[in-house]
């Protein structure tokens, strides 16, 4: 079975740092991996996707994440943070099943 | 293009009452989810539907919850005699299939309900 674990629960973080959000996933299979960003009292939104070819994947509103294989990680980052990316992040993974596991979540909670 | 909604955006209803949720997803889209999200919580998977297949209902909580999809299209989620802690977020999502892997999900708006 497929588990996504997202290491932090809560990240501060103040305005124009950078960030990372972590994210290790496990499959037997090749997978696909997402990011999804969700503000408060709305649905989820993606901000970015690994299928296949470069392992580094640029998403919306200045966020990347690499895939590393041997790591087994896909770690977001953003290098210079706004107070608007206080959000809900979550990390998935889609490989061999047509249910997506999702990790519980990372508070991401920019300070000015 | 328009993306998935959901209606009611809120619901209140009284503990004991039976309740529907809606969800219209993105056309041509052949599978359809439904997740809860109570307060500060990730995502429960409830209900998978692909295509003309029998759904995945390996997520539902017990047997008040049910849904269908009606025409491969629009679905709905009934909650039978609410009780309080049914109270939560219900999202819906769609996306494309590809071999066995699903695609990114594209997310309605939610229901959010709450019951008294």
């Known amino acids: 079975a497929q588990s996504v674990t997202q290491l932090d629960s809560q990240v501060p973080v103040f305005e124009e740092a950078p960030v990372e959000l972590r994210c290790n996933y496990s499959?037997?299979?090749?997978?696909?991996l997402f990011w999804y960003v969700q503000y408060p009292n709305q649905g989820l939104q993606l901000l970015l996707k690994?299928?296949?070819?470069?392992?580094l994947v640029k998403g919306i509103n200045g966020f990347e994440a690499e895939f590393n294989k041997s790591q087994t990680s896909f770690h977001l980052r953003k290098p210079s943070v706004h107070i608007s990316d206080t959000a809900e992040y979550f990390c998935?993974?889609?490989?061999?099943?047509?249910?997506?596991?999702f990790g519980r979540g990372t508070s991401l909670i920019v300070h000015p | 293009g328009a993306g998935v909604s959901q209606s009611p955006s809120n619901k209140v209803t009284e503990k004991g009452k039976d309740v529907e949720l809606r969800c219209d997803p993105i056309?041509?889209?052949?599978?359809l989810y439904w997740y809860r999200q109570s307060l500060g919580q990730g995502l429960e998977f409830l209900i998978y539907?692909?295509?003309?297949?029998?759904?995945?209902k390996s997520g539902l909580p017990s047997d008040r919850f049910s849904a269908e999809r009606t025409g491969g299209s629009v679905s709905t989620l009934t909650i039978q005699r609410t009780q309080q802690e049914d109270s939560a977020v219900y999202l819906c999502?769609?996306?494309?299939?590809?071999?066995?892997?699903?695609?990114?999900?594209?997310f309605g708006p939610g229901t959010r309900l709450t019951v008294t």
């Open positions: 998935a993974s889609s490989g061999g099943s047509y249910i997506p596991t």
């Open positions: 499959s037997s299979v090749s997978v696909y």
């Open positions: 690994y299928l296949s070819g470069s392992t």
């Open positions: 056309s041509g889209h052949t599978a």
């Open positions: 539907f692909q295509g003309n297949s029998a759904p995945d």
């Open positions: 999502a769609s996306s494309f299939i590809a071999g066995r892997s699903s695609y990114e999900q594209y």
